[in-house]
Every structure is written in structure tokens, then in C-alpha cells.
């Protein structure tokens, strides 16, 4: 069985600081891993996704993730926070690398201090 | 439609009624998945069809929870003699037929059962 999970419930940054966000995951077969953000009262919205190609992925709005297999991780990161970055992220695991069945985290949310 | 739509947005339901709930997917996206979204918690996949075959209901909690997508289009989450711990937003998704594609997110259905 698939599962993930995310280190910290709660992340909070100053504007223009590292933002990183921690992500592991279970998977016993070559996972596909993904991470979406959720704005308030929205939906998921995708952010990057890994599917065996670059171990870098870079996503939209400046973030990227790191595939590292030894480590059983895909932290997602972001050099310099913009205050339009706060939100709940959410990474997810997937056995396929269609959009089938995601095993999502108990999400991350990131607060930008201004 | 140029996303994926979901309705109502917002239902309270008296515990034991029945609720149905309606996605209205992007035109052509052969894909469709159900989600519940607890407060405070990530996703949790509730089943997901292809064209109008159930392929997989394994993550519907008990049987009082239906869906149907009866001509391959829009689909209905339906809940029966509801009870507060169906208390969620359930989220709809839709994805193309093409390998390696995204499933895009409506902003989802909060439900309360008081």
C-alpha cells in the first residue's frame, strides 16, 4: 500500500525567505509523486509531478521538487517566498503515472510573514 | 464547460436525509474521480470511472454511498440517511484519455450533516 506523509501541519516563512516543504512516501512499486496546492475555497491545483524522467522537477509559480529515492522524499521548495504563496499543500502518490488514483498527505500550511 | 464544476457548493443536510451531489466534468475528459476531503485532512479517493464504468469503488466508506455516471459525462455522489461523520468536501476530478495527464480539481462541495 501507497502512503505519505508530510512533516509539519503548519509552515510559516517571511516574505523572500527559503520556503521548504517535506514530503515521504511509501510505495512499494516506482511511484509517481505530485504535489497540488489549495487555495481557500478552491480546488487542487497542480503544481509539478514526477513520473521517472529529470529527479528535478520544476512546477509552476517557482517551485520545484526533489525526487530522492534513497531518502524516500520529494520535498517541495521555493526560493523566495511571495506572500501570494499562502495556501494548503498537499503531496500525493500515485502507482500510475495518468492521473489514477491518488494517496494524498495530510497537507502543509505555509503562512507568509510579511 | 472551461473547468470542472461542482453543485452544490455549499448543502446541510438534517442527519438521515439523503443528498445528492452533481460534477460536471471537462467536456471530452473520459476520467472522473470522487474525492472526500475531511477538515484539516488531505483527500481521500472515493471511487472513479471511466467513460460510465465504476472501475474502482474500493475507497466508498460504506454502502450508503452510490455514484453513477450513466452516460459517461456528468456524475452524481449520492449519500444516503446521512450522518455527521459524512461531514466533508467532496471533490470531483476529471482527466483525459492521453497517458501522463493531469486531473483537474473542481472547488468541491462542502457538506455538513447537523
New interface residues.
Given amino acids: 500500500a501507497q502512503s505519505?506523509t508530510q512533516l509539519g501541519?503548519h509552515v510559516s516563512v517571511s516574505e523572500g525567505a527559503l520556503v521548504l516543504l517535506r514530503c515521504n512516501y511509501s510505495s512499494s512499486v516506482p511511484p509517481y509523486l505530485f504535489w497540488?496546492v489549495q487555495y481557500p475555497?478552491?480546488?487542487?491545483?497542480?503544481l509539478l509531478?514526477y513520473?521517472s524522467a529529470a529527479t528535478l522537477v520544476k512546477g509552476i509559480n517557482g517551485f520545484e521538487a526533489e525526487f530522492k529515492k534513497s531518502e524516500t522524499s520529494f520535498h517541495l521548495t521555493k526560493p523566495s517566498a511571495h506572500m501570494s504563496d499562502a495556501a494548503e499543500y498537499?503531496c500525493?502518490v500515485s502507482e500510475n503515472?495518468?492521473?489514477?488514483?491518488?494517496?494524498?498527505?495530510?497537507?502543509t500550511r505555509l503562512t507568509i510573514n510579511p | 464547460g472551461a473547468g470542472v464544476s461542482q453543485s452544490p457548493r455549499y448543502k446541510v443536510a438534517k442527519r438521515g436525509q439523503d443528498v445528492a451531489l452533481r460534477c460536471d466534468p471537462i467536456s471530452g475528459h473520459v476520467s472522473l474521480f470522487w474525492y472526500q476531503q475531511a477538515l484539516g485532512q488531505g483527500p481521500e479517493f472515493l471511487t472513479y470511472f471511466q467513460n460510465e464504468a465504476q472501475l474502482d469503488k474500493s475507497g466508498l466508506p460504506s454502502d450508503r454511498f452510490f455514484a453513477e455516471r450513466p452516460e459517461g459525462s456528468v456524475s452524481t455522489l449520492k449519500i444516503q440517511r446521512t450522518q455527521q461523520e459524512d461531514s466533508a468536501v467532496y471533490l470531483c476530478a476529471s482527466s483525459s484519455r492521453e497517458a501522463n495527464t493531469e486531473a483537474f480539481f473542481g472547488q468541491g462541495t462542502r457538506l455538513t450533516v447537523v
Fill in positions: 505519505v501541519s497540488y475555497n478552491q480546488g487542487l491545483q497542480l509531478k513520473t498537499f500525493a503515472q495518468g492521473a489514477q488514483k491518488l494517496v494524498f498527505g495530510q497537507g
